[in-house]
């Protein structure tokens, strides 16, 4: 989904769960979407995803770059970024595997795209030249990738089938795992973040967005103003609308509507729900309990066509202050 103009305290984060358990094996030799074994840069890092027609530098902000990871090395990069911000500052668990390699490291990174800000304005270390830093990734998958794989995501936790297959012939984009690195949480680079969801959205002429929002904690009576908003208040429509499953399937509607200040509940939103509402997004029906990242989460749908026409001027193509 689509992260929030301003995040100031909490991490950007939109996380699908209940994806397959870690894998030890090399990116290099997973299925992937985008060609694989190509040649090397001139650097060593051997190029494992063809964007085609798309540049992959899709956006430059001062010192910040958004674009497209194309080698197993950004990749990995990306996936150290994601274990700093879920293991070491949020209250995710880590197993054994990502200890020992300091990433979050799932089978889906290998079918997945990323995408990266990256920072150049950074000190070069002793005896070593400077090298840009990654401070936020988004990573995204398109539907007839996750058709050719494992499926998307997010069916770990929501059932989905029925929503797909309510819109046959458009093209559906998963976005999850985001997060930026706690001194670039602000707006400026959620923004350029989203001008890359959005150069990729055009792109591919994707039709709808989904994926998982998290709210802190796993005690759903805790959150019940929160939750009980988004069932009253911003539910998706029938058609647009995933159930969480049977199995996880947590209720929202907490509080009776006539109960819920909507003010109150707006200021308990984390900063990333509220941007979704502001945009158009709606919510599926249940929450699910992640104990391993320690979240509550519920099911976002956008789709692209509902997206406010002030959002499209802000980062579509004639933002001009996003030109790469």
Known sequence: MVPSPVRDTAPIELKPVGAPSPTTRSLLELPSHGAIRLPRLANGSRVVRDHGGLDPVLGRLGSLEVR???TAREIRRAQRLRFK???EEMAAVPN????????DVDDYDAICDHILVLDHDVKPKPFRPAKPKVVGTYRVLRQDVADRHFGFYTAGEYCIAPLLNAHPGMRFLELGRSC???PYRNKRTVELLWHGVWAYVLHHRIDAMIGCASLEGTDPKALALPLSFLHHYARAPENWRARALPERYSAMDLLPKEAVNPKAALQSLPPLIKGYLRIGATFGDGAVIDRQFGTTDVFVV???AGISQRYIDHFGPTANRHAA
């Open 68 to 70: 497209l990871a194309t």
């Open 302 to 304: 956008l789709p692209v």
């Open 96 to 103: 054994a595997g990502a200890l020992l390699s300091r990433r």
């Open 180 to 182: 930026v690195l706690k």
């Open 85 to 87: 911000v879920f293991y």
